[in-house]
Nanobody
Framework: QVQVVESGGGLVQAGDSLRLACATS????????MGWFRRAPGKEREFVAA????????HYSDSVKGRFTISRDNGKNTVYLQMNSLKPEDTAVYYC????????????????????WGQGTQVTVSS
């Protein structure tokens, strides 16, 4: 059984930083790209960032490019999302997900491309 567990969310002020972590088990982590999505109140779940199975390629939404950094530690079966210069509009529940196919470059921008999801972690940015 595949498990995906996010952590690291919290309440911060605008301009602060947070680092989210996503630990996985039950699947060979190193074979799969990983993605982060978020859902703000009243909005659809949207793509935030993704990283290839080997960690060499990363992808970001325009809204977070230059502020967020995705990385992975295959030895710890964990993917991270470093979020800097946070804005109130970054307030959302952040989800980590495992795509359906293995050995991809991480270019998966739609929720339907992902098979397993975590329960999410709340990030709230006050102005």
């Amino acid at each position: 059984q595949v498990q995906v567990v996010e952590s690291g969310g919290g309440l911060v002020q605008a301009g602060d930083s947070l680092r989210l972590a996503c630990a996985t088990s039950g699947r060979t982590f190193s074979r799969y790209a990983m993605g982060w999505f978020r859902r703000a109140p009243g909005k659809e779940r949207e793509f935030v960032a993704a990283i290839s199975w080997g960690g060499r390629r990363t992808h970001y939404s325009d809204s977070v490019k230059g502020r967020f950094t995705i990385s992975r530690d295959n030895g710890k079966n964990t993917v991270y999302l470093q979020m800097n210069s946070l804005k109130p509009e970054d307030t959302a529940v952040y989800y980590c997900a495992v795509p359906r196919i293995s050995y991809s470059d991480g270019a998966h921008y739609s929720t339907v491309e992902y098979e397993y999801w975590g329960q999410g972690t709340q990030v709230t940015v006050s102005s």
